[in-house]
DNA sequence: CGGTGGGTTGAGGTATTTCAAGGCTCGTGG
DNA sequence: CCACGAGCCTTGAAATACCTCAACCCACCG
């Protein structure tokens, strides 16, 4: 069988061991602090660095010419991200908030993976995760209305990072628009609607913190 | 150095070469024939088999519970499908049209790979090469509008089947609308307007064999 | 305190969908 | 051999979901 580190939310933890414990025998990680709003990396730069969130939040980008942009993942806490197998980023990373990074050479765990086959099958199990996020979201993107992305948006991030029943989002408006593929305003539309519907409230000063009243009916509208 | 299958349409056919002769010492990969619109496997299925399209073409894609539909990917000749590292499929594969498959056990497959860090890495590299369609994939249902989805479909078609200068279709507008994210309408208006630039023209009694008046043009509406 | 960076809400515009009709090709059976 | 229906494609007209543009609010900060 497969080496299995255990689909979502639960594999990047997982997978932080394994990394860790392959930086042990050859590479120190090192730690390292981005600010809100700077970039970590660019598409199609060359991919010399895998990183680990340690804290704060990231977005990672593709820009179409005009400046249209899709967010394809956000990463949290303990997600490795900025795993290639070929030599360049195929999108852009950015801190959302102030954020901590672990990072290793990317050369160093190629030379591990040359030699092991779990770890490598270990790394083919981090794809096939980002494989398997990347698949559903095409199905969002393609099929799901507003009021569907939005719902299917809120679960993904109570199952990632819900303290109670308090989903303290790190990111704007638009971003979440951008990674669901709308507008920002439409966002905030179906934000106000599932309030209306007593779904859910709004939490502090600003709109980020949203309180889940009514989980079940949330999961209702996720088809 | 990750070994490199070297990135797309290239990929699958070596990737085919690595496998046969995987299979040469353990399993001798049979072929299996499926007729126009039959299932080759189901979403959530157990994935025992992975498969090669020897010739015809399958659509891979997912339900929403009320029918909606998303095709994830064509596969065509020479193609490799139905390879997860999970124990089930997280599609359902139809052929399009009467279709060959080679197949060979995945148990098979895993063994090797368990064994042997390089042939883990070429399924690495697969199943790179699925993810980075995936994410180009989203970026296109997310953000290009009806006619950029179709310019960008007709050149990945064309990068992939083409045969000097005709691009025959194995699928139907139901199909492309599917994968593109639109209905089968607006996919249709699309292919008239391009040919009303005099970009393209088709042929055949079917509208299905695309002529390609001005490669170029073509390529400028694809941002 | 004024400005800036979010966020919400409304009104109007538009790209795409929906609904509907019609054409062409092919296979089948009278 | 022709008629007929099924499947697929195109095209038009109307409906609509989402976008765009604009105003406004609020909190924060220099």
Redesign the pocket.
């Known amino acids: 069988m497969f080496v299995n580190l255990n689909a979502h939310s639960g594999s990047r933890l997982r997978a932080l061991g394994e990394l860790g414990e392959l930086s042990r025998a050859r590479v120190i990680p090192s730690e390292f602090k981005y600010s809100k709003g700077t970039e970590i990396y660019g598409e199609a730069e060359p991919a010399d660095y895998v990183y680990q969130v340690v804290d704060g939040a990231v977005r990672i980008y593709k820009l179409l010419s005009d400046g249209r942009r899709q967010i394809g993942a956000f990463h949290l806490v303990g997600d490795i991200f900025g795993l290639e197998n070929r030599a360049v980023h195929r999108f852009t990373a950015e801190a959302i908030v102030d954020t901590t990074v672990r990072l290793m050479r990317r050369s160093s765990l190629e030379n591990v993976a040359e030699r092991d086959a779990f770890v490598a099958l270990d790394l083919l199990t981090m794809t096939t995760s980002n494989l398997q996020h990347a698949e559903d979201h095409m199905l969002l993107l393609a099929r799901k209305?507003?009021?569907e992305r939005v719902v299917t948006f809120l679960l993904e991030m109570d199952r990632r990072l819900t303290a109670a029943n308090v989903i303290a989002l790190p990111m704007?408006?638009?971003d979440i628009a951008d990674y669901l593929?709308?507008?920002?305003?439409?966002?905030?539309?179906a934000?106000?609607h599932l309030r209306g519907m007593g779904i859910l409230g709004?939490l502090g000063?600003?709109?980020?913190e949203i309180v889940l009243l009514d989980r079940a009916r949330l999961a209702e509208l996720d088809l």
Chains 1, 2 share one sequence.
Request: one cysteine or more.
């Open positions: 209305t507003s009021l704007c408006r638009r593929g709308l507008t920002l305003e439409t966002v905030s539309r934000l106000s709004f000063r600003t709109q980020r």
